[in-house]
């Protein structure tokens, strides 16, 4: 509900209440955003507002009629140079040369539908989820002495607690202005002390979560990589000391944008926060002509006060209905194969096909050909550019490949990288001046590469035809969408586009391409990729419905990577690979059911050479699919629970519950264990408090060989460790692992948790002892007692 109060303002969602009102002075004051609280009259938004008489000390006064100063008010949006000296809102340069703007409101409408914009993704609603449309409060204000006016669009997804906020600038002058900044959110709350955590890292090492108290000064989460970028992702939260993931006071905060975005917190000299959301304003000089309008990215936010996993909550399900969208927005997605770590490079039909005759024997349902199939790339040197199939490679080019993948029962999917060129392509000999690059400088390439300029219309028209070409050949159902650098060099050969704008129209233009494309060919699964998770965000699901997370597929880092992302993203979006042992990144060795079960927390895949592992290995791969079938529905639409994990404990723990919470699926993953620990436990949250349950352990075979020289401790002879008898042994006989089968109420095991067999502590092996030693995983499944 949205409530219009005098020139006082409510959103209530579900559990949360947004408050502002005009200030006497014509700008727009926050009040309050928190917990649910009720407002029925103008006297009730009077209790959240602050009295202040008069501008103290050396701080600005507003104007003569106003001793105040904006220096300390909490504002919905603010700007330099009429007293308010924390980070601004809006940076606007006028005709004139002067930058100060005052936004003073004009009118508020109640819109009875989500609203939309032309230029950008935003979030929807299609009627399929809500029970009540989502309304819109539209808000205008108009610059007191220019003739610029903002609007801002907040819609209330009131089922998720979700809220967004849409800003658009709108030129009524007769010149052009130029936006030095204009951010998407912003939020000013009365005090300090909050916990700002982002999520940051590098290639292979996404989404690590960074926790700061903020007291004094200000922190900055941003990226300028020309994507959203795997070193600061777009989502960021802000939480009271001691909250936790089932209790506490927290917001989250994201932007529905791929390109170079800026959070930051800031503290004022009267204890008081700012956080601001938006395009990255580092070098970002936007022109806007007369008469045009200006959109800036979709801000999202949510509160809740159960929590990280009750923020999370609201945010999975408003990714799921109001940003991913489409044919494949609630179809289960496919267990599929893909060949990069199989083959890199070396793709040819034989090889693919025998690899395709593995995956279907194990009950994989797609194929994916990844990089190395077209033009002369044998490496990442060339190619790039030039989507033509190589013909001694795929003798009957994609199309009898995908024939030959489909009649073995299988779908077919392709690995492209459309944004990019190399040097060495024909593409690159032709339109040397579709790319950007500064006029006087040599340019700096990423991965042997160039980037497509595509804020050019030419370059998009041909992005669009060479793609559409592609995807029409043969019989594709999925297509893997990959972005292998981060953008440098940023100057269009364009003369139209000026330096300040080439980030953001790239953008744009990127948008433009996957809007045509993804609805040319709308039963396509798209998944985005950007060397792993550089560019996981919700502009890119906004089309694509799902994202590879991270080009790192060591499970160990995976399930911190996953449980990073798992704040902010569904795990229906992730993308997430079953790969080689020692793992391509890492060279760490880990068991196969551990690959698998941090798998199973998103897309469940696999990326390795089915042919090279024994028949024992494939016969639990044929398991392991057949079970993640049967738990498919629970693993990829339920609802996550995050437990510890490796941050704080030596565990990492996740349960997924079934929509209709008949059943839970647990994964708990060790680190490293360390001898005579206490007695393991898992908690398994989400359950129905009140409906009794049986808890059961996915059982595992032990290895004989997994215990070393110890196995003379019971051999009647003695066996030499490595020696061909060890490993006659070993696969004669396998030792039976523990089995679990612990029933209870939904209540106890969330609070009181669910003590496990003891794990193995130097002294003695049995079935009542499970071996559980580093990098060991267990999925639990817990189902309602008949
Ligand atoms: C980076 C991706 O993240 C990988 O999965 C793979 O597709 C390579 N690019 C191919 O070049």
């Known amino acids: 509900m949205i409530q219009v109060i005098d020139n006082n303002f409510a959103i209530q969602t579900k559990n949360t209440t947004y408050a502002f009102r005009v200030l006497p002075t014509g700008q727009l004051e926050h009040l309050y955003y928190g917990t649910k609280i009720t407002l029925r009259s103008a006297d009730d938004f009077g209790a959240l507002c602050e009295q202040y008489a008069m501008a103290p000390g050396n701080t600005v006064a507003y104007d003569e009629k106003n001793n105040i100063s904006l220096e300390n008010i909490r504002f919905e949006l603010s700007s330099y140079g009429k007293g308010d000296i924390r980070e601004p809102y809006i940076d606007i340069k006028y005709p004139d040369g002067s930058r100060t703007s005052d936004l003073i409101f004009e009118e508020a409408h109640v819109l009875t539908e989500k609203h939309m914009y032309d230029t950008l993704p935003c979030s929807y609603d299609d009627g399929t989820f809500t029970k009540m449309p989502t309304q819109t409060l539209k808000i205008t204000l108009k610059d007191r002495s220019h003739d610029v006016r903002l ?65 004094g000064g200000k922190i900055v989460n941003s990226s300028y990589t020309g994507t959203s970028s795997n070193r600061a992702n777009p989502f960021v939260m802000i939480s009271r000391p001691g909250t936790d993931e089932d209790k506490g006071d927290c917001y989250g905060f994201n932007l529905v944008y791929s390109g170079n975005h800026y959070e930051c917190m800031e503290i004022s000299g009267f204890n008081k926060t700012r956080f601001v959301q938006g395009i990255n304003p580092e070098t970002f000089e936007y022109r806007v002509n007369a008469g045009e ?15 990280f996993n009750g923020m999370s909550h609201g945010l999975h399900t408003f990714v799921r209905e109001h940003i991913v969208r ?67 490679k795929l003798p009957g080019g994609l199309e009898g490949l995908s024939h030959k993948i489909r ?77 292998n650098r981060n953008i440098s060099d940023y100057f269009s050969q364009d003369e139209n586009i000026n330096a300040g704008e080439v980030a953001h129209k790239y953008v744009l233009g990127l948008y433009d391409v996957m809007k045509t494309l993804s609805e040319r060919f709308p039963e ?14 919700l502009g890119i699901l906004s089309y694509f419905p799902q994202i ?82 049967a738990l498919r529905d629970t693993l990829q639409w339920g609802e996550l629970y995050r437990g510890r994990n490796f941050d704080d404990s030596e565990y990492t723990e996740w349960t997924i519950v079934a929509p209709d919470k008949s059943k839970a699926v647990t994964i708990l993953i060790q680190n490293q264990v360390k001898p005579n620990m206490p007695m393991r436990k898992v908690y398994i949250k989400g359950l129905d408090p009140a409906r009794r349950y049986t808890l059961k352990n996915v059982e595992q075979k032990q290895n004989l060989r997994d215990f070393g020289d110890l196995i003379n401790n019971i051999s009647p002879v003695h066996i030499k460790q490595d020696s061909w008898v060890y490993h006659a042994l070993d696969r004669l006989k396998k030792l039976d692992g523990e089995k679990e089968q612990i029933s209870g109420y939904g209540d106890s095991f969330a609070k009181a948790g669910v003590f496990l067999k003891q794990g193995f502590a130097g002294v003695g092996f049995n079935d009542e002892v499970a071996y559980f030693q580093d990098h060991c995983s267990r999925m639990y499944i817990t189902e309602t007692e008949e």
Not at 171 to 185: A, L, P, Q
């Open 151 to 215: 609007e801002l669009y907040y819609s209330n997804f009131l089922e998720t607690d979700v809220i967004t906020r849409q800003t658009v600038l709108v030129n009524e002058t007769k010149e052009c202005i130029v936006i030095n900044r204009i951010m998407s959110n912003q939020i000013d709350f009365e005090d300090s002390g909050y916990v700002f955590s982002s999520f940051s890292g590098a290639w292979a090492r996404e989404m690590n979560r960074k926790d700061t108290i903020l007291n």
């Open 293 to 307: 309008r200006f959109e800036a990215p979709e801000a999202v936010m949510t509160f809740s006060d159960k929590g």
């Open 326 to 392: 489409g044919f494949w927005k609630h179809l289960n997605r496919p267990v599929l194969i893909n060949s990069w770590e199989a083959c890199y490079f070396d793709v040819t039909e034989r090889k693919l096909l025998n690899l395709a005759r593995k995956a279907k024997d194990a009950g994989i349902e797609l194929f994916v050909l990844d990089d190395g199939w077209f033009g002369t790339r044998d490496d990442d040197t060339t190619s790039l550019g030039d989507w033509i199939a190589n013909a001694s």
């Open 407 to 483: 009649s073995l029962g299988m779908n077919f999917g392709i690995w492209v990288e459309p944004e990019m060129v190399n040097e060495k392509s024909h593409l690159y000999k032709r339109h040397p001046e579709w790319v950007l690059k500064n006029p006087n400088t040599p340019h700096s390439t990423g991965r042997n590469q160039m980037i497509l300029d595509l804020g050019q219309q030419i370059v998009r028209d041909y992005m669009i035809d060479s793609m559409s070409e592609v995807f029409s050949s043969g019989e594709i159902s999925y297509v893997k969408w990959d972005m």
């Open 524 to 537: 396509i699964l798209f998944e985005g990729c950007s060397s792993g998770g550089n560019r996981f965000d």
């Open 548 to 629: 590879w997370a991270s080009d790192n597929t060591d499970p160990v880092c995976r399930a911190t990577i996953q449980n990073g992302l798992s704040y902010g993203y569904p795990q229906s979006v992730i993308g997430a690979h079953v790969s080689a042992s020692p793992n391509h990144q890492t060279l760490r060795r880990t068991p196969l059911n551990t690959r698998f079960n941090v798998a199973s927390m998103g897309l469940l895949g696999y990326e390795l050479n089915l042919g090279d592992l024994t028949s024992e290995e494939n016969k639990a791969i044929k398991d392991e699919i057949t079970l993640y079938k």
